[in-house]
């Protein structure tokens, strides 16, 4: 296997054995086990959320806070990106002060792309756009998992992940993560929210009920209207009769599923409260989760030693006088 990524921008970053390792190393850390790490070494984590968060930057604070590090949350508001200095730069500034991974979340897709080749900071994608949000597919496994008892439990299970799929950088990181462990995932919704490709291992249903009589799980998404043109949010008039998920509906197929969420749930709109007050709701077991995956992550990178992360090997190379002289 090879080292832990320095850039972990989504799931196709980890070879099966890292994920394997994180969610064994997720069991030990929740178990009470301390974490490890190299020692003489102060552990210093920043945020940066160019766009709103609650639970993914919360957990994190409490992961570097468990994990016995320090945490700087970095404003870009009223920071040196106003004043038009690029990203890089910015990271860059992190690392010589001493900060070791930055968490970065952007409204931009693919934004962590350009730092692959030269990282300048150790980064964790804490979500980018529509593209992937891998600790958060990490912790839904995790606590998929859970449930069904173990890993080789959820071989030949299925779930179906329910509304926006096509806006949603979770989806997509959970179709790459889930048909690896034997899962199979079912998408469900309006046309206009369902991708016309679909990765290996993952397929479609047309209609809620359709899904719940094949699944052994739900996952159900918020409508991502912050992504959405007019032409889109014109469509969603019956949305709650069509794709909202209720007692009543189990009820029509005699069973109930858990019911997984990445929150923020939209109340009324996907799901009804009576499910959120119920047993079968997983989300909070998710949030309880997070934490402990996100120790994990921040443990593996931390661990990995990348001594190339910085730009000095981006330098051009050669005498600079020299280089002047003959130009
Ligand atoms: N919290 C998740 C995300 O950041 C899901 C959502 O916003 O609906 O993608």
Redesign the pocket.
Known sequence: MSAFPSILEGIKDLELGHIKALLRRTNDLKSGQPPRLPLQKTLAVATSFL?N????KLSFAMAIMRIGGYHIDFHAESSSLKKGESLEQTLLTLKYQGVDICII?TNESHLLDQFREYPPIKIIN??DGINQ?PT?ALLDLYTLQDHFGGLKNIKGKTISIVG?CIH???THSLTDLLPQFGVNVLLCGPDFFIPEEMPAGVNRVTSLDEAIEQSDAIYL??V?TERHDKSISDKLKNYQQEWGLTFDRFRKHSKVLPVFH???ANIGIEVEQDIVNSEIWMAHKQVQNSVFVRMAIIEAMINNEDHHIGSQYKKIPGDISERIRNT
Do not use: A, I, K, N
Not at 53 to 56: A, G, I, L, Q, V
């Open positions: 766009e968060s609650t639970r993914t979340r804490g979500g949000h958060q926006d949603s950088r979770v998404l918020r991502q990445p929150g923020p």
